[in-house]
């Protein structure tokens, strides 16, 4: 698989306004996007640092993959996602690759991207992500 | 504090030729640099992935900040770097933003760059880093 670059570094953050303030003030970001998905348990916004970008993602509840996350192991990165060309085409290589998937197939993920997780276990503790702009097919 | 972007994720390791062979093969990644650095305990690769580019930190030994990075808590991602024109500058204006600072003058970190350290604490939980490309002052 050959990835275009990072798309973005997800970080988890237990409250969201003070993570963009913290964001937009030290690094100079930008707010690019934000939402919530109830579905996710999740409430995020993406930051544009210069060329870069940084996912802040609030929990809805404890009960949720990112509140699960936060009582495990705190505040911090959570997961770095990578720009491909196709989502299901480089799923399909990462498995030949030895790469364990979360996401069999591509789902519909924040801010309209089409995703799917790669299993950290395989990827040395990293949970990985692939990501790209296209409409779900 | 106005970044580039991001200039590398820096991930802890325990075996860098496992990493780096992980890196290349699945993400169709490419060597950058490799480097051994006794006295910060770190041998270390830059890999590019597209535009974006991870530096795999293994420890040279238990006693080292990589090292016991790892017997807290696993390999995995342990700091962001941020690009910035000027590191001095930076952690002047990093300061003025209540960030607290690991390193109050940049420092000559991998690969020959200026570096500084800010603390996790004030960004919910990411050590970042901010870096330049220029020689030191």
Chains 1, 2 share one sequence.
Not at 36 to 59: D, N
Not at 96 to 121: K, T, Y
Request: charged fraction near 25%; glycine fraction near 12%.
């Amino acid at each position: 698989m050959r990835a275009r670059g990072i798309h973005h570094l997800g970080v988890a953050v237990a409250d969201l306004e003070e993570a963009l303030a913290t964001y937009l003030e030290l690094f100079g970001g930008e707010l690019e996007h934000r939402d919530t998905v109830a579905e996710q348990g999740v409430e995020a916004a993406a930051v544009l640092i210069g060329s870069g970008r940084v996912e802040l993602l609030a929990p809805l509840g404890d009960d949720t993959p990112i509140g699960r996350f936060l009582a495990k192991r705190g505040p911090g990165m959570h997961h770095v996602a990578y720009e491909v060309d196709d989502v299901r085409a480089a799923l399909g290589e990462l498995e030949v690759a030895g790469a364990e998937l979360i996401d069999r197939e591509p789902h519909l993920g924040l801010f309209g991207l089409q995703v799917a997780f790669v299993h950290p276990d395989a990827i040395h503790g990293v949970l990985s992500e692939v990501v790209s702009l296209d409409e779900l097919a």
